[in-house]
């Protein structure tokens, strides 16, 4: 199995001691400070992607407001409404209806509503063009609309009212997908922010290992010379310091377990340096196995939990949510859209 490529690389179990310097902790400390940098303007940029409302701060400029309460409010008060519309915009259909008002010969050649369609559809690019095509042509089916509303009306419906459910039905579902679709986008996001702060925190540990290894094995290169000396790095990084853990994943306590043990040692032996050597190509390892990007998701499907929580949302934003046992279907047994 090919390893996965990354920022960082692994160092050899045989013949580590010259690569283990001082210049070469802090350039791999300031590499995993790069990475996590750029991952945390990627995060940010999306998070901030999904803002609805945005600031004030560019609306309001702090510098012109003062500190206390009273001129603040002042100050505010004084300001024109936040959201009303400014009397200096125009928008152009009301140019347009202005300046043609009185203009017979434009008024009888007004666009009917074909050549309007006509006119919309030839201006569509191409991924707005064939979304049109999907759902002007997708339509529900017919002999299930009818068996729905007459299970419902307990009646038989006419040929019309059909008609007028499938197209209502059609409506609504697109509605469906498009809250579905946005769920997805949020849940993407959501795990984007996980992953982040799985790579903070295997970053930290690196940092952490990677330092504990190199003093001890300057300390080993001078004391091989009668010299007792004690190689310390000094920066913020507090390589005896132990990692917290949770209980959920039994591996991943013994891990941390036995790197927390063997941080915490004072000895330095053969035995402590390549625990730490292995414990840091693993982290190595699975550092650069994480992508914050969520980009080649794009084109993921939709999954049945986007359509539970898009429909759970349509009846929140329509204030109509009901109750409970209405959320099951058959003998209250499962989720709808199962």
Request: hydrophobic share 35%; with cysteine.
């Amino acid at each position: 199995m090919v390893e996965p490529q990354g920022p960082l690389d692994i160092l050899p179990v045989v013949n580590y001691q010259p690569l283990l310097t001082e210049a070469n902790y802090f350039s791999t400390k300031q590499m995993i400070n790069q990475v996590l940098s750029e991952d945390q303007e990627y995060v940010a940029w999306k998070l901030k992607d999904l803002r609805t409302g945005g600031t004030m701060n560019n609306f309001i400029s702090q510098s012109q407001i003062d500190t206390t309460s009273s001129q603040r409010t002042n100050e505010v008060s004084k300001m024109p409404h936040l959201n009303s519309v400014p009397k200096n915009l125009h928008f152009m259909r009301d140019i347009y209806d202005r300046l043609n008002a009185n203009d017979d010969e434009i008024k009888g050649n007004e666009l009917s509503y074909e050549d309007q369609f006509k006119l919309l559809v030839l201006n569509l690019d191409s991924e707005q063009n064939n979304r049109f095509e999907v759902f002007h042509r997708t339509s529900l089916n017919k002999s299930q609309v009818k068996k729905l509303a007459s299970t419902v009306c307990n009646q038989t419906i006419s040929e019309n009212i059909r008609v007028f459910l499938q197209a209502i039905g059609k409506v609504y579902v697109g509605e469906i997908i498009e809250l579905a679709l946005d769920v997805r986008k949020k849940w993407f996001n959501a795990r984007m922010a996980i992953e982040f702060d799985r790579r903070k925190e295997f970053a930290k540990r690196l940092k952490k290992i990677l330092k504990k290894l190199t003093q001890l094995t300057n300390a080993t290169d001078v004391n091989e010379k009668d010299k007792q000396t004690d190689i310390e790095i000094e920066d913020s990084v507090d390589e005896n310091e132990s990692d917290t853990y949770f209980d959920d994943d039994e591996d991943e306590v013994r891990e941390i377990k036995t790197s927390n043990k063997l941080l915490s040692t004072d000895k330095n032996s053969q035995e402590v340096r390549l625990g730490l050597l292995n414990h840091y190509n693993k982290l190595v390892k699975d550092f650069n196995k994480i992508d914050v990007s969520i980009e080649k998701y794009n084109k993921s499907p939709i999954l049945p939990e986007h359509i539970r929580e898009a429909w759970r949302l349509y009846q929140l934003q329509n204030d109509t949510l009901p109750a409970d046992q209405w959320r099951y279907q058959g003998e209250n047994s499962g989720n709808m859209f199962r």
